[in-house]
Nanobody
């Protein structure tokens, strides 16, 4: 019915940059909030950033000033620009979205499969 597909992860040196993308596809009527979460080895999944359909963004304190979330509503895509990366940013990054499908009457919370970001020191 619907899926989120992330791309853009990889290996980068500390201080470098990466841009993650997440595209939603399927029988989509509308998408409300979209966001990025991450899970480091041995740790719980945590919020990185979220963005509303109107473009209002919210960030975890640990990434403020370094990461920027944005979205293209026409393309059902959310992005995460990550600058000044640190080794502690190493994690699997997951895309998340609240999606209203065609002919449905409630939003579904959908997760992507995750993309690995590794930051070397």
């Amino acid at each position: 019915q619907v899926q989120l597909v992330e791309s853009g992860g990889g290996l980068v040196q500390a201080g470098g940059s990466l841009r993650l993308s997440c595209a939603a596809s399927g029988s989509i009527f509308s998408i409300n909030a979209m966001g990025w979460y991450r899970q480091a080895p041995g740790k719980q999944r945590e919020l990185v950033a979220t963005i509303t359909i109107g473009g209002s963004a919210n960030y975890a304190d640990s990434v403020k000033g370094r990461f920027t979330i944005s979205r293209d509503n026409a393309e059902n895509t959310v992005y995460l620009q990550m600058n000044s990366l640190k080794p502690e940013d190493t994690a699997v990054y997951y895309c998340n979205a609240d999606i209203l499908l065609l002919l449905h009457d409630r939003y579904l919370e959908v997760w992507g499969q995750g993309t690995l970001v590794t930051v070397s020191s």
